[in-house]
């Protein structure tokens, strides 16, 4: 019997590709580009792009912030956020855990 999409909400989690989209939005316009200004066009809260752009795959959102930053970005949800399989979380908290370790 295979798992229901509930049952495996456990074994993936969302990258939010935020920084990189605001990057490349930067790039483009030749200028810095502050959250808070994100925040204004959008209508979203600070603290709410600020959960988005530091997510380590543990932050969920609505379907409306998904759309406001789409629209801001002018990009599909597949530009905005990668679901990522248990496998390869393991892996990367793996590769945080060493990373840590270490320094």
């Known amino acids: 019997m295979t798992k229901s999409l509930n049952e495996n909400k456990d074994n993936r989690m969302i990258q939010f590709h935020f920084k990189h989209l605001l990057a490349d939005k930067e790039f ?17 809260s600070g603290v709410t792009l600020s959960n988005i752009a530091n997510s380590k795959g543990d932050y969920n959102t609505s379907t409306d912030i998904i759309e406001k930053l789409c629209l801001y970005f002018e990009c599909t949800p597949n530009n905005l956020m990668t679901i990522v399989p ?6 990367r908290k793996s590769k945080d855990k060493t990373k840590r370790e270490t320094s």
């Not at 248990?86 to 892996?91: A, F, G, L």
Request: charged share 60%; hydrophobic share 20%; aromatic share 0%.
């Open 28 to 44: 483009k316009e030749k200028r810095t580009i502050p959250i808070r200004e994100v925040a204004e066009k959008t209508g979203i």
């Open 86 to 91: 248990e496998e390869e979380k393991r892996k």
